[in-house]
Every structure is written in C-alpha cells, then in structure tokens.
C-alpha cells in the first residue's frame, strides 16, 4: 500500500473521529484492504457504523449492536443494507446465512464469549471467514503509567492502574492470542493467520488520547461531532503522532492481535 493511501485511510479517521479512536481504526482499516471478504458480510458490534463507511467500498449486509443510539447515528451512515439491534449470542438469522462474519474492537466489550463464537460458528457458511481483533494480554501491561509506575517501584499501583484503565475503556478480556485461538477452535473454527499490531509507542499516543481529546467530547455534545473543523491546519499536531504507525503497523510486541479465521466444513 503506497503512501497515499495510506494518507487517505487515516484522514478519513481522523477527520472525524477523536485522534486516539481514529490511530487505532486506520490501522484496523489498513489491514481490511487486504482482506478478501466472501459475502454476505455480518458486521458484530456495527456501533455508529462510522468504520464500516469508511474502510469499505460498499454497504455491508448486516451490522448488529446492543445500543439504540450508536444504532441510529450507524442509520444516518448507509453502510449497511440492514441494522439489527441485539445481541452476539441471540443472533436472528438462520444457519449458515453469511459468508464472512467481522467484529473490529469489540469482542474484549462482552463478559460471556462462548454463547457469541457459538452463534457466529451457527450463522457463518461452512468454508465462511470470521475476521476480529481485539487488544491483547500486553495491553494492560505496557500502558505509559503502569510502566512509569512500575519503574518507581509501585508495582501495586501500576497493576491498579491498568485496572483503572481497562474498566474506562470497557474491556471485558485482554487475553492472549492463545486463549483466543482455543476460543476459535471450540466454536468449530481453523486459525487461517494471525498477528500481533499497534506497538507500545502507538499505544502510549492511544493513552494520552483520552484525556487530550476532551475539546472533541465537548464538541460532540454541542454540535454531535467530534471533529468540529476537519481541516488539515487543525489536526496538524494530532496527523503528525499518528501517521507514523500506518507504515509499520505490525509488531512483535504489539498490544493488539488480528485474527483470520475459517468456518470448518
């Protein structure tokens, strides 16, 4: 993927996503254009429909969420032909009706994983893909100030830290790829590839993020956008600590994993 489009998927994040949403979204949606997709495709966790508008050419089949309000704003976004409001493990379709199934960031959100891969293993067609990423058991672990704690001596507080942390960003799970791959392997499924992304560098810029993006919170809730003057001069500082991570996004020490995955026949 050359430079430019590169340039393209990032801007079309951080735009209009707070920054540290949209590092990690344009790294997600680099590693979707190389993705053959075998359709129907059923979008698990189609949130505000904001990533499947922008990381693909065409509406998806299906996007399902449990939240009635990111549900509507992903109506406004037309990039599904149908949205359902439900749940992984209550999925209402028959057997075998898609041909790829993906969950971008958001498996590591439900406590109960067996009823969902139980579900997704039902509804995907024999020789279909199931493609996901979520963080991984190096997240909580190589955060900044777990880190600069630990390196102080308080290897207690680091630990409460990361805690702290994994229940603001709602993470259920932060497992290793091992544990996913028994997952995977229980629902019926066969590991195609997989790999490990978003170095700790990138995941300290994801950090500071969160609290540096509150002007974009604000600006969500007066306007209902977060990105209130998408311009280049604007996001000058926040295009310069992320493009870095799109031309290498792949690393041994990476905080998340990626998972390609196939429905055994």
Not at 87 to 100: T, V
Not at 159 to 175: C, E, M, Q, V
Not at 194 to 199: C, V
Request: proline share 8%; charged share 25%; hydrophobic share 45%.
């Amino acid at each position: 993927m050359d430079k430019q489009q590169l340039d393209a998927i990032l801007w079309s994040h951080l735009s209009s996503l707070p920054y540290f949403r949209a590092l990690l979204r344009a790294v997600e949606d680099r590693f979707y254009q190389d993705i053959s997709l075998p359709e129907p495709v059923f979008d698990l966790g189609s949130g505000d429909g904001h990533f499947a508008s922008v990381a693909f050419d065409k509406k998806l089949a299906v996007g399902i969420d449990p939240w009635v309000k990111p549900t509507l704003e992903a109506k406004t976004r037309d990039a599904y032909r149908l949205l359902v409001l439900g749940e992984g493990a209550n999925i209402p379709f028959p057997p075998g009706s898609f041909g790829s199934v993906i969950s971008t960031s958001v498996l590591e959100h439900i406590p109960a994983l067996a009823p969902v891969f139980s579900e997704v293993s039902r509804i995907i067609k024999p020789g279909g893909k199931f493609v996901f990423c979520v963080p991984n058991h190096r997240f909580p672990e190589l955060l900044w100030g777990r880190r600069v704690l630990s390196k102080l001596g308080l290897n207690k507080w680091g630990r409460a830290y990361s805690r702290l942390f994994n229940k603001i960003a709602r993470h259920a799970h932060t497992d290793s790829p091992n544990v996913w791959q028994t997952r995977l392997d229980a629902a019926g499924f066969d590991l195609l590839e997989t790999w490990d992304y978003f170095p700790p560098e990138a995941l300290t810029v994801l950090e500071w993020g969160h609290p540096l993006s509150l002007p974009a919170l604000i600006s969500k809730k007066l306007f209902d956008r977060w990105v209130l003057v998408p311009k280049r001069w604007n996001l000058f500082i926040p295009w310069h600590l992320t493009r870095k991570f799109l031309d290498h996004p792949k690393s041994e020490q990476g905080v998340c994993s990626f998972f390609i995955a196939r429905r055994r026949s």
